[in-house]
């Protein structure tokens, strides 16, 4: 949270006890008392091994699109447990058994079918999915679109089709350092106009000169702040911020969480072997 988030949330707060009506005033009850008990136990190490590489768009997506997947099916199995915990008669209970039952097969065979798809995945496994390379683009109209496709430089590798809907690419982005360092610097932008919006929203309801001050002061800095941010991003990336932009995976790595056991495993098949030794001379030979 930065200055300018705990200045809203004050000024809210204040907003909210001027509009509240008083109340008779009460003791503060008296804190409870905190007792310190030993140092919590360290974490056990956690390893993990690479079992993927997504090397397209495609690749990215159809990834994410597949957890979507999963991930609905295991919410729909907690709502089915507590369809079955909360039901009254016996045939009800059944028939929420048999469903579930059902729906666990299901989840389990796709389950499976990722494992054999991308190294090994499992649900039951935390998993970490980085990305390497990104692509930025923005939307074009028809007319855009027409426009652009007419000039002689025209790079039809340059347009992205997604559904009925096409975007130009502005921009890649590669490395993953690179490409962490590009989300946060959209972060920045996203948040500061978010700010800033909530700011102005605020001003017309200040009464306080001091309040009123603040704002006026916070507005300020906020906007040379978008407006530095702004001025870096287009020299980064060769073309204005634009909110409607989009950002798509275009290479991935995939890790999955192993055991202490697994790694030895791993790492004992990946050692050199050692050199065999000379042969023994026969009898009789000179050395």
Sequence with gaps: M?????LLAALCVSLHAQDAKPADAKPAAAAPEVKLTGGSKAEPKAYFADVWVGRSISDCLTFQNNIQVLAKQVEELKRLQIFLENALT????????????????KLKGDNESMGKLYGGFSIERPYQLIFTKAIIATPLSNEEFTKLSAAKDFKAENILALGDKKFQIRNTV???????????SLKRITDAKAQLQQLVDLQP??????DKTKVEKA?????????????EFKKS????????????????????????????????????SAPAAPAAPAAGEKK
Excluded at 174 to 184: D, H, I, K, P
């Design 2 to 6: 930065n200055k300018f988030s705990f």
């Design 90 to 105: 016996t045939p009800e209970k059944e028939a929420r058994g048999h469903e579930i039952a059902a729906k666990q097969a």
């Design 174 to 184: 590669s490395g993953q350092a690179e490409v962490e360092t590009f989300g946060l």
């Design 205 to 210: 309801r200040l009464t306080k000169d001091d």
């Design 219 to 231: 507005i300020k800095e906020l906007q040379d702040d978008l407006s530095k941010n702004l001025e």
């Design 237 to 272: 990336h060769g073309f204005d911020f634009n909110a409607e932009a989009i950002t798509l995976p275009a290479e991935a790595k995939l890790s999955v969480q192993i055991t202490e056991d697994e790694k030895k495993a791993i790492e004992a098949k990946s050692a050199p």
